[in-house]
T-cell receptor, first 116, second 117 residues
Framework: AQKITQTQPGMFVQEKEAVTLDCTYD???????LFWYKQPSSGEMIFLIY??????QNATEGRYSLNFQKARKSANLVISASQLGDSAMYFC?????????????FGKGTRLSVIA | GAVVSQHPSWVICKSGTSVKIECRSL??????MFWYRQFPKQSLMLMAT?????????EQGVEKDKFLINHASLTLSTLTVTSAHPEDSSFYIC?????????????FGPGTRLTVT
């Protein structure tokens, strides 16, 4: 079974508007971390935001916020005030456990296109 | 901030030859590094977990004799694609986490694009 599900292969958003990228996850662990990465055409993986399973507040990093709904096992990324430079692939990922010795498991990604 | 480098950034090789890709943590020690492969328009798939001083742990379906991983020091892991074939052409990315860092600190290298002709 897929551990990370991103149901939107592609999304379009108007410049300066907000957009939500969906992510649901599946784990039986109580301790886990959720990540969002941006991958532009250059291929580098750019870390955007992290949410720990025990964090009570939704994570925010500048224009990025993570809408964490634990009971629904969802971790949607919200990008506010979209910019043309936000056009890229976005990957949701999960690490089970809180140590660094377990790898990230990635979803299939969502391609975001920002329109002027 | 912590940086992970990869070398080379891209490589073209002939079928049957071997290619070595280096992953270095530049300003921190990484006891564990991860190797991922990404085919065009697809997600990152974990290939193996590289542990300093011990054998790598490979994911199901990844041939350990074809993808040799050596984590000889706390700052260097290498992936060698042996007897490369065109189907091995892919984007290879490594990642590492600072042992003393917060759980969210997972750093990725810039990736290596391998083309086998």
């Amino acid at each position: 079974a897929q551990k990370i599900t991103q149901t939107q292969p592609g999304m379009f958003v108007q410049e300066k508007e907000a957009v939500t990228l969906d992510c649901t996850y599946d784990t039986s662990d109580q301790s886990y971390g959720l990540f969002w990465y941006k991958q532009p055409s250059s291929g580098e993986m750019i870390f955007l935001i992290y949410q720990g399973s025990y964090d009570e507040q939704n994570a925010t990093e500048g224009r990025y916020s993570l809408n964490f709904q634990k009971a629904r096992k969802s971790a949607n990324l919200v990008i506010s005030a979209s910019q043309l430079g936000d056009s890229a692939m976005y990957f949701c990922a999960m690490r089970e456990g809180l140590s660094g010795n377990t790898p990230l498991v990635f979803g299939k990604g969502t391609r975001l296109s920002v329109i002027a | 901030g912590a940086v992970v480098s990869q070398h080379p950034s891209w490589v073209i090789c002939k079928s049957g030859t071997s290619v070595k890709i280096e992953c270095r943590s530049l300003d921190f020690q990484a006891t564990t590094m991860f190797w991922y492969r990404q085919f065009p328009k697809q997600s990152l798939m974990l290939m193996a977990t590289s542990n300093e001083g011990s054998k790598a742990t490979y994911e199901q379906g990844v041939e350990k004799d074809k993808f040799l991983i050596n984590h000889a020091s706390l700052t260097l892991s290498t992936l060698t694609v042996t007897s490369a074939h065109p189907e091995d052409s892919s984007f290879y990315i490594c990642s590492a986490r600072m042992p003393s860092g917060t759980p969210g600190e997972q750093y990725f290298g810039p990736g290596t694009r391998l083309t086998v002709t």
